[in-house]
């Protein structure tokens, strides 16, 4: 059995907006920005989620290593370039 950690999807999705304007030199049109939301916003749910290989696959996964996750306790940690954050977590049984 493997842990997860959800946490709450606008304080993710904004951590995530923080990260792309340091990353992404220039602006990300509609579509894709929802595309990358909706992707951030299953992560926050703690479960594994599959994302297809294609143009975004290193963004996302450039985000989710810039993250430490306390699986005792729940809670994490985010640091990038200047952008600190940390909250709580709950953490969540799952199946394997």
Same mark, same amino acid.
């Given at each position: 059995?493997?842990?997860?950690?959800?946490?709450?999807?606008?304080?993710?999705?904004? /951590?995530? +907006?923080?990260?792309?304007?340091?990353?992404?030199?220039? !602006?990300?049109?509609?579509?894709?920005? $929802? =595309?990358?939301?909706?992707?951030?916003?299953?992560?926050?749910?703690?479960?594994?989620?599959?994302?297809?290989?294609?143009?975004?696959?290193?963004? /996302?996964? +450039?985000?989710?290593?810039?993250?430490?996750?306390?699986? !005792?306790?729940?809670?994490?940690?985010? $640091? =990038?370039?200047?952008?600190?954050?940390?909250?709580?977590?709950?953490?969540?049984?799952?199946?394997?």
């Amino acid at each position: 059995m493997a842990i997860g950690h959800k946490i709450n999807e606008e304080e993710l999705v904004s /951590l995530f +907006d923080q990260f792309v304007g340091e990353v992404v030199h220039g !602006e990300l049109d509609e579509e894709v920005t $929802e =595309f990358l939301h909706e992707t951030v916003r299953e992560m926050a749910s703690g479960h594994p989620i599959y994302v297809s290989k294609g143009d975004f696959t290193n963004l /996302l996964n +450039d985000f989710i290593s810039m993250f430490y996750f306390d699986d !005792e306790k729940g809670g994490y940690h985010f $640091e =990038f370039e200047g952008i600190v954050a940390q909250g709580p977590t709950t953490l969540i049984n799952i199946d394997a």
